[in-house]
């Protein structure tokens, strides 16, 4: 079981910056890979980031590509989330989410693979 708790989010600017964190408890936070999904109003889930459990692996969609960066450090059981270039189309809650598997080398990008989440924090980019 992995219990998740983000923070960091707020209110900025567009082309500001931001950086999210993800903390975990449990044991098999550093078997897991990670991700990072957002929700706007009246959208559904989407994938933002995915980072596998030995941090060598990351996967964006184009969305994000080049503006954000996961990452983590195992011993601090903490994933983060940089995020550059903000745009007001960036505007969600952001979720951060524990996958269902075991030491999976490329990190999934689906909601449904996804078994741990955290309750999400909320990001506002005005324009």
């Known amino acids: 079981q992995v219990h998740l708790v983000e923070s960091g989010g707020g209110l900025v600017q567009a082309g500001d910056s931001l950086r999210l964190s993800c903390a975990a408890s449990g044991r098999a936070f550093s078997r897991i890979a990670m991700g990072w999904f957002r929700q706007a109003p009246g959208k559904e889930r989407e994938f933002v980031a995915a980072?596998?459990?030995?941090?060598?692996?990351?996967n964006y969609p184009d969305s994000v590509k080049g503006r954000f960066t996961v990452s983590r450090d195992n011993a601090k059981n903490t994933v983060y989330l940089q995020m550059n270039s903000l745009k007001a189309e960036d505007t969600a809650v952001y979720f951060c989410?524990?996958?269902?598997?075991?030491?999976?080398?490329?990190?999934?990008?689906?909601?449904?693979?996804?078994?741990?989440w955290g309750r999400g924090t909320q990001v506002t980019v005005s324009s």
């Open positions: 989410a524990g996958d269902r598997g075991l030491d999976r080398l490329n990190p999934p990008f689906r909601v449904y693979d996804y078994d741990y």
């Open positions: 980072i596998s459990w030995n941090g060598v692996t990351t």
